[in-house]
């Protein structure tokens, strides 16, 4: 990164940019002149994590979607949730929902090799288990994504 910035937006919620145009206001978080949004991962968990540790994964994400999805780091955005009142399977053990959105290179190839990388990542992390979590995928047309004043 040549500049990062990471901002805490709410108790548990923790986003990291490497942008030097951005900007936080409560609502929106403008990169330069338009909403940054491609392509974002967030993660939800009701695991405690200490800033620290959402720094380190941050930044780990940051990379795993920049280096499967082949898109500059300075445009990924990462939001983490943690110590959420959160059950999957009907218990409280540790546990995620994820998501990663973005304009094109969602497939079958990439989702995998994705998912993949995040099972390491949340279990040796977190303590999340691979049958403890879902990651979502979703792929926009550019023309319902904002953008420095325009759409994709």
């Known amino acids: 990164f040549s500049y990062m910035v990471a901002v805490r937006l709410q108790r548990s919620a923790f986003v990291l940019f490497s942008s030097p145009q951005t900007v936080v206001t409560p609502h929106n978080i403008y990169c330069g002149k338009g909403l940054l949004k491609m392509p974002v991962f967030t993660l939800e968990t009701n695991v405690e994590v200490k800033p620290d540790l959402q720094k380190a994964l941050s930044e780990k994400l940051t990379q795993i979607v920049s280096q499967v999805l082949s898109k500059p780091s300075s445009y990924v955005a990462v939001k983490i949730s943690s110590g959420l009142a959160m059950t999957f399977g009907g218990t409280d053990a540790p546990c995620a929902l994820c998501s990663l959105t973005s304009l094109g290179q969602i497939n ?40 420095n004043g325009s759409v994709f």
């Open 108 to 147: 079958k190839e990439n989702n995998t090799e994705v998912s993949s990388q995040l099972a390491s990542l949340l279990k040796d992390s977190l303590g999340v288990e691979g049958n403890r979590y879902y990651v979502t995928f979703v792929d926009l047309d550019r023309s319902n994504v904002g953008y």
